[in-house]
DNA sequence: CTTGGTGCAAACATTTTGCAGCACA
DNA sequence: TGTGCTGCAAAATGTTTGCACCAAG
């Protein structure tokens, strides 16, 4: 039963302090549609991974969590990464067998990542042109893109 | 200790047929080069793995080889597929957590899928306007793309 | 003959689940 | 005050590894 995406922000915010209350409220939102609730574990979860700022793993958000005092148990963390890939805030990130990684959404369906094969670097990427590639493929099929996952791989010139 | 990624087929065979006993030919040369050995099982999982002509995960790969009454390990087939990996002969494909997905990559390390989100259908495309594009992206960055990885997740329009 | 390969079973890492008690709405 | 949530520990999954024996070159 997946939670109801969000809309893709309508506005450019880029700070972190700009968007915690937002999407704790989309959050908030999501889980009230479907009859859950909003407790200090999600809220503590969602602002941890707002502080990350990027590319995390499971292990990493409950590492922080645990620093700064915030006990939250390694299962709830799974139940609650769930929840907030099901309602778009974050999105679920496969680059490697060995680890998920995630990181936010904004209700974005749509993923580049850069990744450097010997420093092991990844970097967020915006690709408009692709959107318009993508969608040009999928029209000629009959179909429609819901979004998109990239990896590239890359070493220094 | 990687093995020695195989060229890009200078020819367009398609042909199944074609292409076994090349495939067979660069496999040995890559064994041979660090020298490990052409094993019977090494062999006839590389068999197995052109007559799927597709994407197929490792169990699905054990299945058939059991099916044929070729017993092969499980520890077996996946030091092969990891073998087979390292010089290019397969991909590995990731879209989902739950499990990792191979298919024969000719010496590419491009790879784009269109995944049918309802259905689970999953088609492999060739598109070489990404190439060009992310070339592009990589060089203004003074980098050089090595290979790329593209899932599309469509619905029906 | 020598080095690498195989199968088996145990080990592993990550993620999921069952359950009993707890807490939000 | 009832349903959902939590933590714990056990289970499940997919993949890897140690080891004794076997086989390719």
New interface residues.
């Given amino acids: 039963m997946p939670l109801e995406p969000i809309k893709p922000a309508s506005s450019e915010q880029t700070e972190p302090m700009d968007i915690i209350e937002p999407l704790c409220a989309v959050f908030r939102r999501a889980l009230k549609a479907e009859g859950l609730k909003y407790t200090p574990e999600r809220a503590r979860i969602l602002d941890t991974i707002i502080e990350f700022d990027g590319l995390f793993e499971a292990e990493q958000l409950l590492e922080s969590l645990k620093e700064k005092g915030h006990q939250v148990s390694k299962a709830t963390v799974y139940r609650t990464l769930k929840l907030l890939e099901s309602c778009s805030i974050i999105q679920?990130v496969?680059?490697?067998?060995e680890q998920?990684h995630y990181q936010l959404a904004f209700g974005k369906?749509d993923n580049t990542l850069?990744i450097?094969?010997e420093t092991g670097e990844v970097q967020t990427?915006e690709?408009p042109?692709?959107i318009a590639?993508?969608d040009q493929?999928?029209?000629a099929?009959?179909?429609?893109?819901?979004?998109?996952?990239?990896?590239?791989?890359?070493?220094?010139?």
Same sequence: chains 1, 2.
């Fill in positions: 679920h496969l680059f490697d067998r998920s369906q850069l450097h094969v990427l690709l042109e692709l590639l993508r493929i999928c029209k099929r009959g179909l429609k893109a819901q979004g998109h996952k990239l990896q590239i791989f890359v070493t220094d010139a």
